[in-house]
C-alpha cells in the first residue's frame, strides 16, 4: 500500500474535494452528483463497500450522504411517515415499529446489528436487489420514492421503481431523497424464509398490509422474481371484511396459491424456484391467518 | 492525489493520509495506523471480527470508508471493552483461536452499554453479527451473564447507576517492539 507519498505538501483542498465530497443539503449533494459524473454516493456503505473491498468498483470520486440532514431524519406527515433514505434500519426498528409494523419487521431481519446500524433503506432501493428486506413492506403499503436530482423532485411509486435484478428508474443522475410509505391501517406481516435465522439474506419473503377501512389487500414478494413483485391477483381476493363470519380455509388456501402464482422464481443457489413458489404459498397463507387473527382480537 | 482526515481512535487524534477515497475504517486502522485490534476476515460485513464503536455504535469497519470519519470518535478492542467483559471471556473458555474474539468483545461491550442485565435470547440477538467458527457460543453467552453480573455488582459496590459510560477498562501498557504510534496489546493479538 502506498502511504510515502514523494510530496508532503501535496493534499490540496481542492484535491481532497475532487476525491470525497462532503454535502450537507440535498440540493449540494445533487449538484455534486451532476458535476462529477461516476463519483459513488455512499450512506451506510453496506453494500458499495463492499463492490469495493472486493475490486468490482472503483471508484475515483465519492459523494458521503451521511452529512446530509435531510436524509437521516424522519417526519410524520399526516397519513403518512416520510423516512430519510439515509435513515439506518435500526431507527425504523426503534421508531416506526408502532406506525410501520411491516416495514419494520422486515428491518430487524436484515444482516446483524452491525448492519442494521448502517445500512439504509435508501441504500435497499438503490441497490435494487431483488433480495432486499425493505421492499416487500413497500410495495405492500403502497409506498412512493421521492427522487432528487439538480431538476428537481419526482415521485415513483414503489410498485413502478423496480426494473429489473439490481436495476431501478434511478437515473445515474439522481439520488433518492425519502420513502414516503402510508401509515399501517390494518394489520401488517412480514415473513422470510432464510437458512440461519440471523443474518441470513432471503430465499424468499412475504409482506402482507391489510386495510381494514378501505377493505383492500397489499401483498408484496420478495427474491422470487427479477425484480420485487405485488401479487396483484391475491391482493383483489375477497375477504370476510363484514365480519359475517371467520376467514374461511378455501380463501387462505387461494391467497396461498395466488401469491405463488405472481412470484416469477429461478432456481439459484439459495433454493429452487420450486421450493420458492411452494414456501411463498405458505408465507402467505401464514401471514393472512395472523393477520386475521389479529384483526379479530380488534373487533371483539 | 491525496485525502488527509483526523479521527479519534481509542481517545487518541489521529492523522490518516489516503490515496482512494474507498479504503476502509478497517484498512486504515490495520495498514496506516498500526491498531490491529479490529481483524481483516470477510470483509463484506458477514463475520463481525472488525466490529468496532463509531461515535458509539456497534458497526463493521470493513464496510465504513475512512472518508466518513473525519472528526469521528472510534473506538477498537483496545478502547471499548470494560475489563470485567474481558476478565469474562478468559474465565469462561470463551476463547478459542481467538480471531473473533475482539469483534465479540466489542459487541458485548456495545450490548452491556444497553442493556446491563441480557437474557439469552437477547445476547444471541445481539451477537448474531459475530461469527465464531470455534466455540460454539455457549461459553461467550456464558462470559456475557458472567461480565453483566461483575459490573452490576461493581456498579452496586460503587452506587453507580446500572449502566455507565464505556470504557472504563485500564489503560493497556504499551508494548516497546511495537512501532512508535502503535498501541496494540496482546488482548488483541498479533494476527
Known amino acids: 500500500m502506498n502511504t510515502q507519498l514523494k510530496d508532503p505538501n501535496d493534499v490540496s483542498v481542492g484535491r481532497t474535494k475532487e476525491m470525497f465530497h462532503r454535502p450537507t443539503d440535498i440540493e449540494e449533494a445533487v449538484s455534486c452528483l451532476a458535476a462529477h459524473p461516476g463519483a459513488v454516493p455512499i450512506a451506510g456503505g453496506t453494500d458499495v463497500m463492499v463492490g469495493v473491498n472486493y475490486r468490482r468498483l472503483r471508484p475515483a470520486a465519492m459523494i458521503d450522504l451521511t452529512g446530509v440532514v435531510e436524509l437521516r431524519e424522519w417526519s410524520d406527515e399526516g397519513d403518512a411517515i416520510r423516512i430519510g433514505a439515509g435513515v439506518p434500519y435500526a431507527r425504523i426498528i426503534d421508531d416506526l415499529g408502532g406506525v410501520l409494523p411491516g416495514l419494520a419487521a422486515a428491518s430487524r431481519t436484515v444482516g446483524s446489528p452491525q448492519i442494521r446500524n448502517r445500512g439504509t433503506l435508501g441504500g435497499n432501493l438503490a441497490t435494487a436487489s431483488p433480495a432486499g428486506d425493505a421492499h416487500p413492506p413497500l410495495l405492500a403499503a403502497g409506498a412512493k420514492v421521492e427522487i432528487a436530482s439538480t431538476a428537481g423532485r419526482r415521485t415513483v411509486p414503489a410498485a413502478d421503481f423496480y426494473t429489473g435484478p439490481k436495476r431501478s428508474v434511478l437515473a445515474e443522475s439522481e439520488l433518492i431523497a425519502a420513502v414516503i410509505v402510508p401509515k399501517a391501517a390494518g394489520p401488517q406481516q412480514f415473513l422470510k424464509v432464510g437458512n440461519r435465522g440471523a443474518m441470513v439474506i432471503s430465499v424468499c419473503s412475504f409482506a402482507l398490509s391489510l386495510d381494514v377501512e378501505g377493505r383492500a389487500v397489499g401483498a408484496g414478494i420478495g427474491s422470487a422474481g427479477p425484480t420485487p413483485l405485488r401479487a396483484t391477483e391475491a391482493e383483489s381476493i375477497e375477504l370476510p371484511w363484514d365480519k359475517s363470519g371467520p376467514l374461511g380455509d378455501e380463501t387462505v388456501e387461494r391467497f396461498g396459491a395466488l401469491v405463488a402464482e405472481a412470484a416469477r422464481p429461478i432456481d439459484d443457489v439459495r433454493g429452487t424456484a420450486a421450493y420458492r413458489r411452494h414456501a411463498l404459498a405458505v408465507c402467505a397463507r401464514r401471514a393472512l391467518l395472523r393477520a386475521w387473527k389479529e384483526l379479530l382480537c380488534d373487533w371483539n | ?191
Request: aromatic share 2%; proline share 7%; charged share 25%.
Open chain 2, 1 to 191: 492525489m491525496r485525502l488527509e482526515l483526523t479521527l479519534l481512535v481509542d481517545g487518541e487524534a489521529v492523522t490518516a493520509v489516503l490515496d482512494r477515497p474507498g479504503e476502509s475504517l478497517l484498512r486504515t486502522l490495520r495498514e496506516r495506523l498500526g491498531r490491529t485490534g479490529a481483524k481483516n476476515a470477510c470483509e463484506q460485513g458477514e463475520c463481525g471480527s472488525c466490529t468496532v464503536l463509531l461515535d458509539g455504535e456497534a458497526v463493521v469497519s470493513c464496510l465504513v470508508a475512512t472518508a466518513q470519519c473525519e472528526g469521528r470518535e472510534v473506538r477498537t478492542v483496545a478502547g471499548a471493552v470494560p475489563g470485567e467483559v474481558r476478565e469474562a471471556f478468559a474465565a469462561c473458555g470463551a476463547v478459542q483461536c481467538g480471531f473473533c474474539t475482539p469483534g465479540l468483545l466489542v459487541s458485548v461491550a456495545d450490548l452491556l452499554g444497553r442493556n446491563p442485565d441480557p437474557a439469552d435470547a437477547e445476547i444471541r440477538e445481539a451477537l448474531a453479527g459475530n461469527l465464531c467458527r470455534c466455540t460454539g457460543y455457549e461459553k461467550i453467552i456464558e462470559a456475557v451473564h458472567r461480565a453483566a453480573t461483575a459490573r452490576t455488582a461493581e456498579n452496586t459496590h460503587t452506587g453507580a447507576p446500572g449502566t455507565r459510560p464505556l470504557p472504563p477498562s485500564p489503560s493497556p501498557e504499551k508494548d516497546p517492539t511495537l512501532p512508535h504510534g502503535c498501541d496494540s496489546v496482546m488482548t488483541e493479538g498479533r494476527t
